[in-house]
């Protein structure tokens, strides 16, 4: 046989390659993201839906005088109980949201016969999970953007705080709520089926996080078990950062758990990708349907 | 660095067995300690590839055939590092499949088998420059081989088109360029002609043997004989998860020279006729495949000595409401080799 015809070939490994692979991850799923004309609805309709559930049952609730709700806005020390309502709902969905995104970002790759392609690749595989994130905190940004305005004209919402603290409080529970994502997909790949692990997740900061009613109602084993999930530092912090002059000293006591479970939740789900990617490599979990 | 692209000794590849799978192949596993923390073993396992030794050289078509379930899939998933094995070794451009796995990676181009293995929802030109980039082919480099790719696979006029919309064989053309674009020098193509019109067909295997001549090794798995026999420049066939027979096209052939293929197309075939069929003197394997919708049999009998076989044959066929449409004898074939070998067809 001639050796000496055998081709080189043309891949140059190194940190700027993988750096320029990720990117390519990241063109390639906001390429995608676009051609769903759906993403239309979600961005402009699904914001609006969910808390106004919560609006019109606190007003039903207030009574015909609205007595109710000068109550509730004492009791939480809030200036505007839509806002207030709005936060934790926002929250709420983009936890939601992220859970399905990137819990499922790589599942949704299997399911569409694509993700053995990529994993033949020398590429870093973390870059697979990593990448869809970028685009997803651009399409959530722009969904949170549009539940203010929508807020603000059609329900004359109106922040007293300021925007740079809620913004501070949103970028340091990126890590924790990410994370969570990280660990889910590395658990969907590996049990195929996790819807009913969303529901949970979902449900308990519904109930445990405060979304709509402050958590001092709760008994005093469900206020502990709320220590432990950061949306509930993330829901307090910006309540406060958004109706209260609030500076960075004020928010220090929700920021600096949120930082603690984003490292946390940072390692768990690294740790469960590299988990499933072995195993994946053992069984043939990637392969699988 | 090994003188051979690949090099597979004694590979083997476990699962666990499904329940209620029942798997022929199952083997219980060892018991374990009652107090030990090692990892929980299954209780049962299915050997899907069963010690597979391949030595392939540089440069040459290597044609892996096999029945369903016989390992090739598993072999070539092994041999990408989509899979580690059970046990055994395996190198691929002299990196070990295990320990190097980012370097096999490197040394590989794969098309597995199935069309989805591309984004439908990109164009022909964005898939191609997005698994240029996870290739680590430098963006200048990048750029003109996407264009050199999409000018040979023929789809420039489409390249801006969504995938959703190409035939099969575009598509399959396009994951072959995937395959084709860091210039591996190794190609593992896993049934690439597989559901393609015979046009599309004949235009890969073309571009197998392009390949070959501009000095790629290829490991190829078929379903189809003739490509096999027309491509390969050696042929292993596995079986059961073992290499049961590796040589030549010819070299293969020549195994069962000693035999003819009687060929029968026939009315009215039953399970019946089989049984006398296999009764007579000489008569090695019986292999049956209704053409079409109709009740046209064809019926494949290799002998020892067709000349002797041939008058019991016409007299266990008459009557009984079977009709002898066409008979001929033929040298044998691939195909028949892979019967002779296994016991069955490829397409069992």
Known sequence: METSLAPRSLGRPGLGSDVRAFLAVVRREWTIFRRYPSWIIALFIWPLIFPMLYILTARALAGPDGSGLAIFMEMTGASDFIGYIVIGTTVWMWQNIVLWDIGFALRNEQMRGTLESNWLSPTWKFSYLLGPTGPQIVSMSMFIGITALEFGLMFGVRLNGSVWMILLMMLAAIPSIYGLGFAFASLIITVKEANAFVFLVRGLVMIFCGITFPISLLPGWMQSIAKWLPQTYLIHGMRAAAFSKAGIAELLPDLIPLLLFGAFWLVVGYSAFLWMERRARRTGAIGQY | ?348
């Open chain 2, 1 to 348: 660095m090994s003188e051979f692209a690949i090099e597979a000794r004694q590979l083997v590849k476990k699962f666990p067995a499904r329940a209620g799978t029942g798997d022929k192949n199952g083997t219980p596993a060892p018991p374990r300690q009652r107090w030990s923390f090692a990892r929980k073993e299954p209780k049962t396992t299915f050997t899907a590839v069963n010690g597979v030794d391949l030595q392939i050289e540089r440069g040459e078509i290597f044609g892996l055939l096999g029945p369903n379930g016989a390992g090739k899939s598993t072999t070539i998933r092994m041999l990408c590092t989509l899979l580690e094995p059970t046990s055994g070794t395996a190198q691929v451009n002299g990196f070990d499949i295990v320990k190097q796995a980012n370097d096999v990676r490197r040394s590989l181009g794969t098309v597995l088998a199935g069309e989805r293995s591309i984004y439908w929802k990109l164009t022909g030109r964005e898939n191609l420059e997005y698994f240029a980039a996870l290739y680590h082919i430098p963006p200048a480099v990048a750029k003109k081989r996407v264009e050199e790719l999409i000018e040979r696979m023929e789809i420039k006029d489409r390249a801006n088109e969504l995938v959703e919309k190409y035939s099969t064989g575009m598509r399959q053309r396009i994951a072959i360029a995937k395959a084709l674009l860091a210039r591996p020098p190794i190609l593992l193509l896993d049934e690439p002609t597989l559901g393609l019109d015979p046009q599309a067909a004949r235009r890969v295997r073309e571009l197998v043997a392009e390949l070959k001549r501009e000095g790629h090794t290829i490991l190829l798995t078929t379903h189809y004989m003739e490509e096999a026999d027309q491509l390969s420049d050696r042929i292993g066939i596995i079986d059961t998860g073992k290499v049961i027979a590796l040589d030549t096209p010819e070299g293969l052939k020549r195994r069962i020279d000693q035999q003819e293929v009687i060929r029968l197309e026939l009315t009215g075939w039953h399970d019946e006729i089989a049984d006398k069929l296999k009764s007579i003197s000489g008569i090695e394997h019986i292999t049956t495949r209704q053409q079409g919708e109709a009740d046209l049999w064809e019926v494949s009998l290799h002998a020892q000595n067709s000349r002797a076989a041939l008058p019991r044959i016409v007299e266990h066929i008459s009557g009984n409401g079977t009709r002898l449409v066409n008979m001929n004898v033929v040298k044998p074939s691939l195909e028949d080799v892979f019967i002779h070998l296994t016991g069955k067809a490829l397409r069992d």
